[in-house]
């Protein structure tokens, strides 16, 4: 039976927040918020021993993390619909706010980071750990053993808050390329790749 009361919507509130929080928090090792299980449980026996049926409207992930931003364009990194699948090739977006433009940087050892989408949990990763120049940058499932190297990102040539991302398999083969645009683009669904510096700074990201 759904009952209509006040405070039903806030009990439902705290339970999709609570879903959230501890999805977040998923990850054995790398968890940085301590939300624990119980507590959804809690809220849930909470409302099922008062006999209410709490009436819980779908929301969008809320976006937690940071988005990445190239200097030339000022657009997101994004992935392409929010998509979940491995090997799909990351673009520029124009920012907006959609949960698969914000990115978590994960410590993984030797100042190098694993960077992942929070909302597919996904990291950047290079298609077939080609070293070649015009190696497409995309999304793989995360090694957070840090044990894949084509999955570790290094910051370099910091200048104020932007930063180029040098990829630990590719300088390893002996090669230094940079995660870019193609061709160093500014439009939107530009794909990204990795490459030489660019004159216009796209390949300089914060």
Known sequence: ML???PGTSVFADLILRSVSQFASARKEGLMRNRFSLPRIALVTMAL??????AAVTAQPALASGTTIVSDASGKCLDVPSGSGNNKVQIQIWTCNANPWQYWDFLDAGNGFS??????TGKCLSILGNNTADGAAVIQYTCNFSGGDPFENWLAVDCSGSY???ENEGDNDAGDVRYMRPHDCGTSDGTLIVMGDTCSNAADYWS
């Open 163 to 165: 930063c180029r991302y």
């Open 3 to 5: 009952l209509d009361l």
């Open 114 to 119: 694993l960077i992942e989408n929070t909302y």
């Open 48 to 53: 099922a021993g008062l006999g209410l049926t």
